[in-house]
Each structure stands twice: as structure tokens, then as C-alpha cells.
T-cell receptor, first 111, second 115 residues
Framework: QKEVEQNSGPLSVPEGAIASLNCTYS??????FFWYRQYSGKSPELIMF??SNGDKEDGRFTAQLNKASQYVSLLIRDSQPSDSATYLC???????????WGAGTKLIIKP | DVKVTQSSRYLVKRTGEKVFLECVQD?????MFWYRQDPGLGLRLIYF???????EKGDIPEGYSVSREKKERFSLILESASTNQTSMYLC??????????????FGPGTRLTVT
């Protein structure tokens, strides 16, 4: 089992709908989680950070953490064509400064 | 805002050449990282540094070396470039926060082609 797993997609969602992206992780002790967005040909940019319990909302983006099932979700409401990108999930590796990266989910928002 | 800059956006080198990729960050971050990103393989860590003159190997260090003489600058060196090192190279920096982990901030990337 990979340490951080994401469905590679592509995930196709109609404009205006909710896009739901999932990320599973293997270390039950993980406490913090990062979501990055990467446009084609560009570098990843941090869009959400969630720590420990509960949901976190930032504008149209909501990160949800389910520790019992060991997954974290990113919901994008009112999806726009500009949301079309690859979304990367990352989890800190315990004991050092690294992040463990998922392979990313490609999201396509269809007008 | 954190700013991470990389010396080149695009680079074309010949097999066997020594290649230097430079990365500079302006936020006094302790940690710096070099990744390569290839289609279908995701982000792979080459080396990272948690302090000046300190470095640790990542997942794929073979064929690479690094240098960190100043806190703000982290260089990746390809001693003898090979075609299988054609890739997108991404530099990142971060400030470790206890209990939270690292938020990594990326430079724009260098697309290196080795012919």
C-alpha cells in the first residue's frame, strides 16, 4: 500500500457542480494534510491545509478529514473551468521535514 | 509572500555536460528541497537540506549532488547529464512548524532537456 494514494483520474465534472477529490493515507498517526493545485506546465501551489479534526472551509474549497477511515477530501463548490488542474495531496513524514506526496488527481471542469 | 526563484525556466544541455540548477528563496526558510516531476511518476524527492551545509538524500539521489553554502540558496548539480535526466525540476522551501509539518512553497520549475 502506498503511503498516500489518490485516484489519478481524470475526474470530469460539469461547471457549477461540486467536485470531490479524495486522498487516503497509511499512517494512522498523521495529523496534518495539505492540498496543492498544479496547472499544466506550472508548479504546485498550496490551496488548503487541514490539521487534526474537523472540516476547513476557504471560499469555494472545503477540506474534510475522516481519521477513522484515513482519508481526506477536497470539495470544490460551484466548479469553474479555471479549477481544471491536477490536485496533489501531501502528508508530513514523521520524524523529518519531508512531505509524502500523492500522485495527484486530474480534474476537468466541463463548461 | 514567499518567493522562490529558479535560475532558468528552460534549459537544453548535451549528454555528459555538468549542469547547475540554482534556487533562491527570500523568506529565511530553514528547509529547501529539490524534486523532479515526470508524467505518471509524480513528485520525486532528489535531495533536501534542513540547514546551511546540511543535506540529506531523498528517494532518487543517484546522478545528482547539491550545495547549500548560504541559507537562501540551494543548488542542484548534475555531474554528467544523461538523457534520462530530462525532466521538470522543482525547487521548494519550507519552514517547519511543530505539530503542523511543512508548508512547502515551490519555484516556477526548470524544464531540462538533455540531448
Amino acid at each position: 500500500q502506498k503511503e498516500v494514494e489518490q485516484n489519478s483520474g481524470p475526474l470530469s465534472v460539469p461547471e457549477g457542480a461540486i467536485a470531490s477529490l479524495n486522498c487516503t493515507y497509511s499512517d494512522r498517526g498523521s495529523q496534518s494534510f495539505f492540498w496543492y493545485r498544479q496547472y499544466s506546465g506550472k508548479s504546485p501551489e498550496l490551496i488548503m491545509f487541514i490539521y487534526s479534526n474537523g472540516d476547513k472551509e476557504d471560499g469555494r474549497f472545503t477540506a474534510q478529514l475522516n481519521k477513522a477511515s484515513q482519508y481526506v477530501s477536497l470539495l470544490i463548490r460551484d466548479s469553474q473551468p479555471s479549477d481544471s488542474a491536477t490536485y496533489l495531496c501531501a502528508v508530513p513524514r514523521r520524524g523529518n521535514y519531508q512531505l509524502i506526496w500523492g500522485a495527484g488527481t486530474k480534474l476537468i471542469i466541463k463548461p | 509572500d514567499v518567493k522562490v526563484t529558479q535560475s532558468s525556466r528552460y534549459l537544453v544541455k548535451r549528454t555528459g555536460e555538468k549542469v547547475f540548477l540554482e534556487c533562491v528563496q527570500d523568506m529565511d526558510h530553514e528547509n529547501m528541497f529539490w524534486y523532479r516531476q515526470d508524467p505518471g511518476l509524480g513528485l520525486r524527492l532528489i535531495y533536501f537540506s534542513y540547514d546551511v551545509k546540511m543535506k540529506e538524500k531523498g528517494d532518487i539521489p543517484e546522478g545528482y549532488s547539491v550545495s547549500r553554502e548560504k541559507k537562501e540558496r540551494f543548488s542542484l548539480i548534475l555531474e554528467s547529464a544523461s538523457t534520462n535526466q530530462t525532466s521538470m525540476y522543482l525547487c521548494a522551501s519550507s519552514l517547519f512548524r511543530e505539530g503542523f509539518g511543512d508548508e512547502q512553497y515551490f519555484g516556477p520549475g526548470t524544464r531540462l532537456t538533455v540531448t
